[in-house]
């Protein structure tokens, strides 16, 4: 099994990704309203809970499904900060003591440990506001029945029937006997849901769009998001927390089912690449513009952290 | 002074409230996830939440300001619901422990009373996504266009420099002496700016629409939504808990500034009577179809719950 790192053109990959990077910083830094304007504690909560923080997995979905679609960077940097606003919510308030109670995250305390639980509930809420203000922002398509449409797509994925209602199964799977079926039905709402939006608006901001090309890449998005939570999984039950970021080894300490608890570490591997082969098979026919998906679907897969 | 129930059209006007009334249940109850789709129990807190409760004083303030601009109901009670499910959202946040720790809310036991803290959280930001989600579905406004503004002009109200932001500054100040420039500063935000998007939204709904008439609305909506809580505050310092279905006196009790802690009972009811003039002035020149306005402005002065 070769690695990401090994493989032609991996340091041309590196580069496009910390570009990629650089350019949500910006976007993220300039959605946020910023830290002096009242109410100020929460403006510098939301900013501590979004910015400098994370691989921005989302965003990298968004602006490579754009390749397929032609967008332009500015409509995807804009597109793909509402994603990672909605994401950055949804960590904010799953750290919460009435969730995972969790101290850490990406190095740092959870903004309830740094800030206090009411402003880590109002930074959440608030979050989850600028998502769909920056993505109804006239411009992000060429004609605004698209962009409502984007709209759409992000609040059903971030709602009862997506993400939300992935983290109710969560809770209700804690400490229960989990079947695989059943654990596949979580991730599909709690991490697979946005992944999959990430994907449709990045492709959505661009001109060249069309039916079959937008199946494929909801074929690509399903497969990506399900080897990212095996995968996830795989490392949280390896990994240290120093590596992690965040506290590892808590899921099995909860009695969470997981791919690991239920397939063994071997198994879950081997998922992650069957998956993996699904979704750079789902990208056949899409030709060159398609690079960094398959790419996306690489690092997702092979990384290390 | 007269009151609501004595005024020529008091009838009339009732029943113009009991029809806006039924339609949102529907609405809403349509808007919302059914209650047996998993996860089922987040439907269900979902439903709970927002169905059979409340004087949806928000859609009324909708449905009165699309008569300005010739709305058809139908689309009066979408936008309507987006806004009920904002505001419906905000209070089961607000009324969970890390808050205002509220058991009792439209005469029932709170959502993280009757359910868990894990699941009204979830439900709250569950109630957020519906909102948008209902919102960009396709036929709110003539030009698509005009509906993507009504997102982010949602967006905006509900967000850090909106409701949010005003729940924020109400943590801020409990136990604090406050000025009234800041009471009014945090209502502004914590309680007008739906109220103010509500009018704003119902406007946008229909095709007669001009900048003059939005101005007017503007003013309206802004002093109506100060005269809300104005006399929220009078009747919570007056009111029972069986009167009003939720607990009474607490924010006194909680050492937070009111328009009664700081005015007096009696200048509080004669700002909030500066208010309705205000409110009413500001129709000057819409005519005959502001009259719900009108009359809306005399509800919310002169209500007794």
Do not use: N
């Not at 990959?13 to 109410?39: D, I, K, S, T």
């Not at 605004?144 to 993400?163: E, I, K, W």
Request: hydrophobic share 50%; proline share 4%.
């Amino acid at each position: 099994m070769t690695t990401a790192t090994t493989e032609p053109g991996a340091a041309d990959f590196r580069a496009w990704m910390g570009e990629v990077q650089a350019r949500m910083e910006a976007a993220l830094a300039r959605a946020l309203p910023p830290a002096h304007v009242a109410p100020a504690r929460l403006h510098e909560a939301m900013r501590y809970a979004v910015l400098e923080g994370g691989k921005r997995v989302r965003p990298l979905l968004a602006f490579a499904a754009g390749e397929v679609s032609g967008a332009p960077a500015e409509r995807l940097a804009r597109a793909a900060a509402a994603i990672e606003l909605i994401h950055a919510y949804s960590l904010v308030h799953d750290d919460m003591p009435c969730m995972d109670d969790d101290v850490l995250r990406r190095g740092k305390p959870t903004v309830h440990v740094e800030y206090d639980e009411a402003t880590a509930l109002l930074v959440g809420d608030a979050l989850q506001s600028a998502a769909f203000q920056i993505l109804a922002e006239p411009g992000l398509a060429d004609d605004p029945a698209v962009q409502l449409d984007m709209v759409r797509t992000l609040a059903a994925a971030a709602g009862s029937r997506g993400m939300a209602g992935g983290q109710q199964l969560d809770l209700q799977a804690t400490g229960r006997e989990l079947e695989l079926a059943e654990l596949e039905f979580m991730h599909i709402h709690k991490t697979g849901a946005l992944i999959r939006a990430a994907v449709a608006l990045g492709y959505a901001c661009g001109p060249t769009r069309g039916a079959a090309d937008r199946e494929r890449l909801e074929r690509y998005a399903a497969a990506v998001g399900l080897a990212f939570q095996v995968v996830d999984d795989i490392l949280d039950h390896e990994a240290s927390t120093a590596t992690l970021g965040k506290t590892a080894g808590k899921d099995a300490e909860q009695g969470k089912a997981t791919y690991v608890t239920l397939l063994g570490a071997a198994r879950a591997r081997s998922l992650a690449e069957e998956l993996r082969a699904q979704a750079r098979g789902a990208l056949e026919g899409l030709g060159a513009p398609a690079r960094r998906l398959a790419e996306l679907a690489d690092y997702i897969v092979l990384r290390k952290f």
